[in-house]
């Protein structure tokens, strides 16, 4: 139940106040390709998209994802 607890407030800041996420590891759903989840470093958010920037850790790669639509799980900071 904690954990759930936990998902569910990490949930409410990336939807809510995702700006002071930057720096944060998430791991994000992905519907297409074989793989569905994968983790990245969010390193930028634009207020008027409302689009969080992550760097993909697998092939390095910036991707531009809507929290409001996209899965996504805080998984620690740039520090852990």
Request: overall charge negative; proline content about 3%; hydrophobic content about 35%.
């Given at each position: 139940?904690?954990?759930?607890?936990?998902?569910?407030?990490?949930?409410?800041?990336?939807?809510?106040?995702?700006?002071?996420?930057?720096?944060?590891?998430?791991?994000?759903?992905?519907?297409?390709?074989?793989?569905?989840?994968?983790?990245?470093?969010?390193?930028?958010?634009?207020?008027?998209?409302?689009?969080?920037?992550?760097?993909?850790?697998?092939?390095?790669?910036?991707?531009?994802?809507?929290?409001?639509?996209?899965?996504?799980?805080l998984i620690g900071d740039g520090g852990t």
């Open positions: 139940v904690q954990r759930w607890f936990e998902l569910q407030d990490g949930q409410r800041i990336l939807v809510t106040t995702p700006s002071v996420l930057v720096g944060y590891r998430v791991e994000v759903y992905r519907a297409e390709g074989t793989t569905q989840w994968y983790t990245a470093v969010i390193v930028s958010y634009n207020e008027a998209t409302r689009d969080l920037t992550v760097t993909d850790d697998t092939v390095l790669e910036e991707h531009n994802e809507d929290p409001c639509i996209v899965q996504m799980r």
